[in-house]
């Protein structure tokens, strides 16, 4: 198990990118001892990219931390545990402009990472954040804020989607033959619609993982300016 002191920092913006996935394809992509959660008959996944500012140990002043953009393909996932259910988010994959991320993930840190190159721009509530990586997984979402969820979206409303995504604070990342646990704690909970006028994922656009027709885009989600905590959770071994 990788142990890790508590890291603190700032969430300086996390956008979420939410698509819906027929069950049964989900349930190819998710390995054991994870299971899809579902809502309306439908897995739900998504992309995170999240800017990280001043992270450090806790207890060490800001000045010391690191800054890093990072992206993380995500499926909502649940698994038995001590007799209960629990619930997270199942990452295939994580990337970060970071090389202290790439280097350290999966040995010292939790979660591996591949190094990308990030584009970002953000100007008056609209948001521009792309980037390709070195094995050639690339991404690139526009959305300006909103006041209302996508209309379209399974959730119906953002109180709805609000509440399905803050129970995925537990992810879990493959790295070897087990599975890296990683905890997110934020101490307040704000969130926001973002109205999306483009997204490409070569990852979810991918036909031999997700057969046409499989997946769609549902809504989008904007965080900023939020206080957190990571810290690690016991590894999970594959079954």
Known sequence: MIKIPSITGIIDRRILVNFTIDADVAKTIVPAPFSPKLFDGKAIAGICLI????VRPKGLPSFVGISSEN??????????????????VYIPRRDSSSLFNTITGGRIFPGKHHKAKFDVKEENGSYHVA??????????????KAALLNKDSIFKNLETASGFFRKGSAGYSPNGAKYDGLLLNTYKWEITPLEVSNVKSSFF????????????????????????????LPDKCCE
Do not use: C, Y
Not at 51 to 54: A, G, S, W
Not at 131 to 144: A, L, N, Q, R
Not at 205 to 232: V, Y
């Open 51 to 54: 800017r990280l500012k001043n």
């Open 71 to 88: 992206g993380a393909h995500r499926i909502a996932v649940e698994w038995e545990e001590d007799g209960q259910v629990k619930e997270g």
């Open 131 to 144: 980037f390709v990586s070195s094995d050639g997984t690339s991404i690139s979402v526009d959305g300006k």
């Open 205 to 232: 656009e991918n036909e031999s993982i997700f057969p046409k027709g499989s997946i769609k885009f549902d809504n989008a989600l904007l965080m900023t300016g939020i206080d957190h905590e990571w810290s690690s």
